[in-house]
């Protein structure tokens, strides 16, 4: 089995299935600092899903789409944080 068959055959599925538990955590959430969490591993997901499909199709150029959303997440968390750390300061 080559590396390709084994990320198309092995580790794809393995990530669609924990989209579908993260998406289930996203909807169902009962705070929204829960839903925040799973937005934030849908992205990680994304982005390993990128990378993964760069791999198979031998292009690098995808690997720049992922590095942007992983910049783009990482600013949308730390807002997040800081703006529920203000909101709760102010009680």
């Known amino acids: 089995m ?7 055959y ?3 599925p393995i990530i ?14 009962p705070q929204i600092v829960d839903r925040v ?5 849908l992205i990680t997901i994304g982005i390993g ?5 760069s791999i198979i199709m031998n ?4 690997l720049d789409v992922a590095i942007i959303l ?12 800081y703006y529920i750390f203000k909101s709760r300061s102010d009680d």
């Open 70 to 81: 992983a910049l783009i997440a990482f600013l949308s968390t730390v807002a997040f944080s």
């Open 59 to 62: 292009n690098a150029v995808f």
């Open 37 to 41: 969490v799973a937005l934030d591993l």
């Open 16 to 29: 669609c299935l924990a989209l579908i538990f993260i998406m289930l955590r996203f909807i169902k959430g």
């Open 10 to 12: 092995i580790v794809m």
């Open 49 to 53: 899903f990128i990378a993964l499909f």
């Open 2 to 8: 080559s590396v390709e068959d084994y990320l198309k």
